[in-house]
């Protein structure tokens, strides 16, 4: 089963708004990560957060984590159509696997 | 710009064809990943190459074969796909010898097409 579950599946908002993704994961993890991808595109590493941090900040991005609740969760504020992409967890475990979310995809309307 | 380079970009082969995708990277990182991504869905990890040795095959078919030849360069052989495999194919490489410890840093992708 998938490591890292996502949601929303989808979300679509306006310009200027604020984006909340939610990632869950099943077992003990190193650290968690999240990418973004413009369609058919590679993935771009957005931010990383470890096992003993509880939120990270970057630029307009904040990631939180929760390993009580295995869950995890970005916020992207004042979104702009540019954000317009896939967003996909990663969960990465000590044995040294990375596995991916679902993905949520983020529509920003100008 | 991505500093790891695939091509090629788009691959349309038949199933009896022999192909290679390659990777390349000049960051010094010596883990490098092959990915598999089908549409809608997210990457699922192929294999893992630490210091040009094979170390994380996910169970993944012969008709894949990889291959890195040195620090720099990543191979994937293809023989004998099914249209199934239709895929974009990612690489992927990381600085840090820790396996999957740090971040990745991805290719564009060769998107591949089966017939």
């Known amino acids: 089963s998938q490591q890292g579950e996502e949601d929303p599946q989808a979300l679509s908002i306006q310009e200027g708004e604020n984006a909340t993704m939610n990632c869950s994961y099943k077992t003990s993890i190193n650290n968690l990560q999240w990418y973004r991808q413009n369609s058919g595109r590679g993935l771009v590493h957005l931010i990383l957060i470890r096992s003993n941090e509880r939120e990270k900040h970057s630029g307009r991005l904040r990631v939180t984590l929760d390993t009580s609740k295995k869950s995890s969760s970005l916020l992207i504020t004042a979104s702009r159509a540019a954000d317009t992409a896939s967003y996909f967890c990663?969960?990465?475990?000590?044995?040294?696997?990375?596995?991916f979310g679902d993905g949520t995809t983020l529509t920003v309307k100008p | 710009d991505t500093e790891v380079t695939q091509t090629p970009k788009h691959l349309v082969m038949g199933m009896t064809n022999k192909k290679s995708l390659k990777c390349e990277q000049h960051?010094?990182?010596?883990?490098m990943y092959w990915y598999k991504q089908k549409a809608k869905k997210p990457p699922e990890l192929m294999f893992v190459y630490s210091y040009e040795k094979l170390s994380i095959n996910e169970s993944v078919p012969s008709r894949f074969s990889p291959e890195c030849p040195n620090s720099s360069l990543l191979n994937l052989h293809l023989h004998a796909l099914q249209p199934e495999d239709s895929a974009l194919y990612l690489c992927?490489?990381?600085?840090?010898?820790?396996?999957?410890?740090?971040?990745?840093?991805f290719g564009e992708g060769s998107r591949l097409t089966v017939l």
């Open positions: 960051m010094g990182h010596r883990a």
């Open positions: 990663a969960a990465n475990t000590n044995a040294g696997k990375s596995t």
């Open positions: 992927a490489s990381s600085p840090l010898a820790r396996l999957n410890n740090g971040e990745l840093f």
